[in-house]
């Protein structure tokens, strides 16, 4: 790999660390291609992607960052990436669980450096998706209860017309 090469790398992983949600950082020695491009379906699934980086590469992404996220990269790293801080951290938390050869480092999350721990509480959220699907019933639910009042009166009226019309006939 040239300066040219190594410049245009630098350059890119600096984009995916400044606008994913959120990097999560993992080990993956001893995956097979299979396995590896297992995790990637799921996470393309998700709209996140999985990517094996050059540690010294994206130390030097992370120059303004501090000595905690720099620790992060030693020995054979792959990063999981998403614009929704879940997803990624999502994704590879339960491919982690059904395979022991990737393990969860921790993860960068705009300026915070998480530990494993918190990478495992973020992936327990639920998903940009799933917020916004409940943020829109929670305001429709009201409107649903205001309809299904103001119409009771109505067809209860109608019953009781309709009751009184069976019983002349």
């Excluded at 890119?12 to 001893?30: C, D, E, I, R, Y």
């Excluded at 799933?130 to 429709?140: D, E, N, P």
């Amino acid at each position: 790999m040239d300066r040219a090469q190594k410049a245009q790398s630098i350059e890119a992983l600096s984009g995916v660390f400044a606008n994913a949600g959120a990097v999560v950082v993992t080990h993956h020695l001893g995956l097979t291609v299979a396995e590896t491009e297992d995790l990637r379906g799921r996470l393309r699934k998700e709209g996140a992607a999985f990517k094996v980086v050059k540690n010294r590469l994206a130390q030097k992404a992370l120059s303004d960052a501090g000595e905690a996220a720099h620790a992060l990269f030693k020995g054979p790293v792959a990063i999981a990436y998403g614009p929704d801080p879940v997803s990624a951290a999502k994704a590879t938390t339960a491919y982690a669980k059904d395979n022991e050869k990737l393990v969860i480092l921790g993860a960068l999350m705009g300026d915070q450096v998480l530990d494993a721990a918190r990478v495992q509480a973020l992936a327990k959220l639920p998903s940009l998706d799933q917020l916004r699907g409940k943020i829109a019933g929670l305001i429709l639910a009201p409107a649903t209860k205001i309809a299904g009042v103001v119409q009771a009166p109505a067809g209860q009226l109608a019953r009781v017309v309709g009751a009184y019309a069976a019983k002349a006939a």
